[in-house]
Each structure stands twice: as structure tokens, then as C-alpha cells.
């Protein structure tokens, strides 16, 4: 089999929007409200890391640039892969809750531990908590959608 080298090298499979509108809407509700009452920055910040973890490039063209244009420092955006070795003072340390929950959400196999959950729980009120939560299972749903569906980065 031979391939175009100048071919895209995946192409969109469908148009999630369009085809499953209902879910779409309800995708976009759900966001919505799990933003809510969180500080922006820390809303990019975990969305930029969940996609990065897994693997959505749809996601994290779009977090990135709109982290960019609310004003967030090119540092933490570079240094979030390796936020736990950033010098002090780069992530605050509701930050790197947020952070560590939100990681261990992503790769939910071995649940969340305890001591994650609790220094979580310590910095975030529980309102903000359970909000927090729920944009880790949003934007991994959203990083689901978009890779099983090839959704092109800056296609938005």
C-alpha cells in the first residue's frame, strides 16, 4: 500500500456535531456547567493536561490558543507536561491539586488515592470540588470524542 506524503495523516471520520446533535448540545450544557465557578486559568490549565494525556490534538490547539488569548504565560503552558518539576511559584498549589486530580481522573484504572483527593478536598471547597470534577470527566469526554472521530485541530 502506498501513501501520499503530502496527505493529512488522518483525515476526519465524521462530523460529531452534526451527526449526533442532541448528544452534541448536551456535551455543551454539560461544559458549560462545569466551568462554572471555576477561576478560567485553572479551567485551561486542566483541560490543556487531560488532552495532553490523552492524546487529543483537536483539544489542545484549542485550550492552548485560548489560554493564550486569556492572557496565560507561554511558561506554565510549556512546563505543564512537567508540572510537578516546575520551580516554585510557576503553579500555585491549588494548581497542582487541580492538577493531580485531574490526572488521576484521566487515567481512572487505578482510581483516585486518597492522598490526592485529600489535598484536593483541603484547597478547593466542596462546591468548587465537585466542579472541578466535573470538568475532569468533561474534557475527557470531549478528548474521546474528538480522537475516535479525528477532529482536525484548528478546526474550530
Known amino acids: 500500500m502506498t501513501t501520499n506524503a503530502n496527505a493529512p495523516r488522518h483525515t476526519a471520520r465524521l462530523d460529531y456535531a452534526r451527526t449526533a446533535p442532541k448528544a452534541f448540545r448536551a456535551m455543551i450544557a454539560l461544559d458549560a456547567a462545569a466551568r462554572e465557578g471555576l477561576d478560567p486559568d485553572l479551567v485551561e490549565?486542566?483541560?490543556?493536561?487531560?488532552?495532553?494525556?490523552?492524546?487529543?490534538?483537536?483539544?489542545?490547539?484549542?485550550?492552548?490558543?485560548?489560554?493564550?488569548?486569556?492572557?496565560?504565560?507561554?511558561?506554565?503552558?510549556?512546563?505543564?507536561?512537567?508540572?510537578?518539576?516546575?520551580?516554585?511559584?510557576?503553579?500555585?498549589?491549588?494548581?497542582?491539586?487541580?492538577?493531580?486530580?485531574?490526572e488521576q481522573i484521566t487515567h481512572i484504572g487505578g482510581g483516585v488515592c486518597d492522598e490526592v483527593y485529600g489535598r484536593a478536598a483541603e484547597l478547593f471547597p466542596e462546591q468548587e470540588l465537585a466542579q472541578l470534577i466535573s470538568l475532569c470527566y468533561t474534557i475527557n469526554a470531549w478528548n474521546r470524542i474528538n480522537v475516535a472521530t479525528r477532529k482536525t485541530p484548528g478546526a474550530h
Open 45 to 102: 490549565l486542566v483541560q490543556i493536561r487531560s488532552s495532553q494525556l490523552n492524546g487529543c490534538a483537536y483539544c489542545l490547539d484549542m485550550h492552548v490558543k485560548d489560554a493564550r488569548k486569556a492572557g496565560e504565560s507561554d511558561e506554565r503552558i510549556y512546563l505543564l507536561p512537567a508540572w510537578r518539576e516546575a520551580p516554585e511559584g510557576v503553579y500555585s498549589e491549588r494548581d497542582r491539586a487541580a492538577l493531580a486530580l485531574a
